[in-house]
């Protein structure tokens, strides 16, 4: 079935580091991508998505290419700040016709000052 | 305007009882998904409802549980005979019309599950 593997965490960076998270999946068809991000004491919040391949989504600095000859959708930022300190989840749209996300595991961001 | 709320935020029950969790949507959004999230782990789907009708139930994981939407608002989800497995947070999600395939699912805080 489909799947989501994420990159263990917890990833510690100092602040202005590169940030690199990993993901890749395993899909029926041509799912779209998704990254979300919980901060300490929020709910989970879109961050960003790609439909399809080649697709870049970006927001907030983050950004993320849909590639689909390596089945994945790494999340990266060029400089990270204290405040992007959050666990980060990657998630696809199941191919059927609900809607449901799939979701990782979970990487969780610690930027240290 | 409002976000997806959900009550209460904490539930505290011993292994047997009977608990109810309720979401409140996004006014306008009818399609509305249940996840659960265990600790260390991401959400994995419970049930899907366009409206009224769950769609999807695929993801409860046994007759235990339940969950309705009767005027296709709010929905409740029920845990019977509760099992100290069941400790986890049940996140609501809401969307506008349609499959959600495109459109962006907004998510509540969540309801923290413990049974004793």
């Known amino acids: 079935g489909d799947s989501v593997t994420q990159m263990e965490g917890p990833v510690t960076l100092s602040e202005e580091a590169f940030l690199t998270i990993n993901c890749t999946y395993t899909a029926t068809g041509y799912p779209s991508l998704f990254w979300y991000v919980q901060y300490p004491g929020e709910g989970l919040q879109l961050l960003l998505k790609a439909t399809k391949a080649d697709d870049k989504g970006s927001n907030k600095g983050f950004e993320a290419t849909y590639r689909k000859e390596t089945t994945s959708f790494h999340l990266e930022k060029g400089s990270v700040q204290v405040s992007d300190s959050a666990v980060y989840f990657c998630a696809l749209i199941y191919s059927g016709n609900t809607g449901k996300l799939i979701f990782g595991q979970g990487t969780t961001l610690q930027v240290k000052p | 305007g409002a976000g997806v709320s959900q009550t209460p935020s904490n539930k505290v029950t011993e292994k047997g009882k009977y608990v109810e969790l309720r979401c409140d949507p996004i006014?306008?959004?009818?399609?509305l998904y249940w996840y659960r999230q265990s600790l260390g782990q991401g959400p994995e789907f419970l049930i899907y409802f366009q409206g009224t009708g769950a769609a999807d139930d695929s993801g409860l994981p046994n007759d235990r549980f339940f969950a309705v939407r009767p005027e296709g608002s709010v929905s409740t989800l029920k845990i019977q005979r509760t099992e100290r497995g069941d400790s986890a947070v049940y996140l609501c999600?809401?969307?506008?019309?349609?499959?959600?395939?495109?459109?962006?699912?907004?998510f509540g805080p969540g309801t923290r599950l413990t049974v004793l």
């Open positions: 006014s306008g959004h009818t399609a």
């Open positions: 999600a809401s969307s506008l019309p349609g499959t959600g395939l495109y459109n962006e699912q907004f």
